[in-house]
């Protein structure tokens, strides 16, 4: 079955970098866009961005484009969003999502399989 | 707008019928599909309903999703004490080029 593991929790300072990853399993990678989602403390849901696992193509949503950077690494079927220059306010659980649709239908699709998520703490 | 307004509770008792409503504007749930996700606490979201009224694999018939115009909405009906959850809309947003959600709807089952 379709499966998305997350890496562990991560504590980082104001103006440090942290990077987390997503394993995919049960489908092909190349084959559907992944997305990531953040929610802060208490907070509701926010897209951050999407990535291409074919060809690495990217979009992100506009707060995140001087910060956020997603790569993936195709013989380990990982994807991997980066969040540098981090504030207080990017304490939040980072999820990974799978568009249900084939790449091929765009990245608009449902997200109907999501990672466990991973605690980022920015904290001095 | 950078979000979808949702109302931020509502509630029932078993059996009732609860509505959930998602209002957006022309830029993104008058020209795109809405989406809806649940979360219980300390756990990912998961899918409910795609395109405005589908069903994700699984979900039972009490859930139900309609859009029309700028507005959307999520009904639940025979609540359950399990459908205690927060329950999110989504829809792509034309304008901003982005994902809008929804602050979330925690529904209550008294």
């Known amino acids: 079955q379709v499966q998305l593991v997350q890496s562990g929790p991560e504590m980082q300072k104001p103006g440090a970098s942290v990077r987390v990853s997503c394993k995919a399993s049960?489908?092909?990678?190349?084959?559907?866009?992944i997305h990531w989602v953040r929610q802060a403390p208490e907070q509701g849901l926010e897209w951050i961005g999407w990535i291409n696992p074919e060809n690495g193509g990217l979009k992100f949503a506009q707060k995140f484009q001087a910060s956020v950077t997603m790569t993936r690494d195709t013989t380990i079927n990982t994807v991997f969003m980066e969040l540098s220059r981090l504030k207080s306010d990017d304490t939040a659980i980072y999820y990974c999502?799978?568009?249900?649709?084939?790449?091929?239908?765009?990245?608009?699709?449902?997200?109907?399989?999501w990672g466990q998520g991973t605690l980022v703490t920015v904290s001095a | 707008q950078s979000v979808l307004t949702q109302p931020p509770s509502a509630s029932g008792t078993p059996g009732q019928r609860v509505t959930i409503s998602c209002s957006g504007s022309?830029?993104?749930?008058?020209?795109?599909?809405v989406n809806w996700y649940r979360q219980f606490p300390g756990t990912a979201p998961e899918l409910l309903i795609y395109?405005?009224?589908q069903r994700h694999s699984g979900v039972p018939d009490r859930f139900s999703g309609s859009r029309s115009g700028t507005s959307a909405t999520l009904t639940i009906s025979g609540l359950q004490s399990d459908d205690e959850a927060d329950y999110y809309c989504?829809?792509?947003?034309?304008?901003?080029?982005?994902?809008?959600f929804g602050l979330g709807t925690m529904v209550t089952v008294l």
């Open positions: 022309n830029s993104n749930i008058g020209s795109n599909s």
């Open positions: 999502a799978r568009v249900n649709t084939p790449l091929q239908a765009g990245p608009w699709g449902p997200f109907d399989s």
């Open positions: 049960g489908y092909t990678f190349t084959g559907y866009y």
């Open positions: 989504v829809a792509w947003d034309d304008s901003l080029n982005a994902y809008l």
């Open positions: 395109t405005n009224n």
